[in-house]
């Protein structure tokens, strides 16, 4: 079972700026795309960003110029840089991946637990 665990989320004023980090562990043979998603409230879950090994970013249109993805691959670990933050960024933001534990086994999608994001006005 692979296991993702978020951190690096908070309370901060409109304009500041956060690092959410995403730690995967577990039997990993291959990691593939690793993302990051979020979700409000009786909203739907939404994309922010993902990457893949070797390839660029994507980015969701409202954040586009003010996060930044990156990830190590050493240690199977993704981070969001997250500048010029607006109210409307408040979400629990979730790190995604997709992964394999052996060779030609299925790719499978996890999940983190989420880290709330705040963001004050």
């Known amino acids: 079972q692979v296991q993702l665990v978020e951190s690096g989320g908070g309370l901060v004023q409109a304009g500041g700026s956060l690092r959410l980090s995403c730690a995967a562990s577990?039997?990993?043979?291959?990691?593939?795309?690793m993302g990051w998603y979020r979700q409000v409230p009786g909203k739907q879950r939404e994309l922010v960003a993902t990457?893949?090994?070797?390839?660029?970013?994507t980015y969701a249109d409202s954040v586009k110029g003010r996060f930044t993805i990156s990830r190590d691959n050493a240690k199977n670990t993704v981070y969001l840089q997250m500048d010029s933050l607006e109210p409307e960024d408040t979400a629990v933001y979730y790190c995604?991946?997709?992964?394999?534990?052996?060779?030609?086994?299925?790719?499978?999608?996890?999940w983190g637990q989420g880290t709330q994001v705040t963001v004050s006005s």
């Open positions: 995604y991946a997709r992964a394999r534990r052996t060779w030609g086994g299925l790719y499978i999608d996890y």
């Open positions: 577990g039997s990993i043979f291959s990691m593939n795309t």
């Open positions: 990457i893949a090994s070797g390839s660029t970013p």
